[in-house]
């Protein structure tokens, strides 16, 4: 039974660094400006805590068909991987609330800018364009 507890807790270990992580995400995305490369760095740490957890999972319910007695230490430690999960799902899911606000107005600041948009250089062919500037033809 040793393994299975050991596995638990680090299961423990990965959900509250997980929790740190979401934390720090929820923090980038409330600013005003997000930071872009400390965000991409959070993904990475968080898909990496994630594959850490899926693996951890898979050791537990290996370790669990060998260890199949029951134990309050691992009845307790369950309770409080799960009640950490159902809690980190509510983080993510308010994450992605605040992602998708973020992801609004950058649309709304890409709407305004558009008009301003300088015209394209180069056609869908690949080949120069010819812009048309107070009357002469102008090739670029």
């Known amino acids: 039974m040793n393994r299975l507890l050991e596995v638990m807790d680090q299961m423990t270990a990965v959900l509250n660094s997980l929790k740190e992580v979401m934390d720090a995400e929820q923090q980038q ?9 400390a965000l991409q760095r959070i993904t990475e740490d968080k898909s990496s805590l994630l594959a850490t957890l899926d693996y951890l999972e898979q050791q537990r319910r290996a370790a669990q068909k060998v260890e199949s007695i029951g134990s309050t230490d691992i009845s307790q430690r369950w309770q409080t991987i799960t009640q ?7 983080i993510n899911q308010h994450n992605g609330w605040l992602l998708e606000d973020q992801l609004a107005r950058n649309e709304q600041a890409l709407a305004v800018l558009k008009p301003h948009q300088e015209p394209n250089l180069y056609g869908a062919d690949g080949q120069a364009t010819t812009v048309s500037r107070g ?3 102008i090739t670029i």
Do not use: E, F, I, P
């Not at 995305?29 to 490369?37: E, F, K, Y």
């Not at 950490?84 to 509510?90: E, I, W």
């Open 29 to 37: 995305l409330s600013a005003g400006h997000v930071n872009g490369s």
């Open 84 to 90: 950490k999960t159902q809690h980190l799902r509510d």
């Open 135 to 137: 009357g002469k033809k």
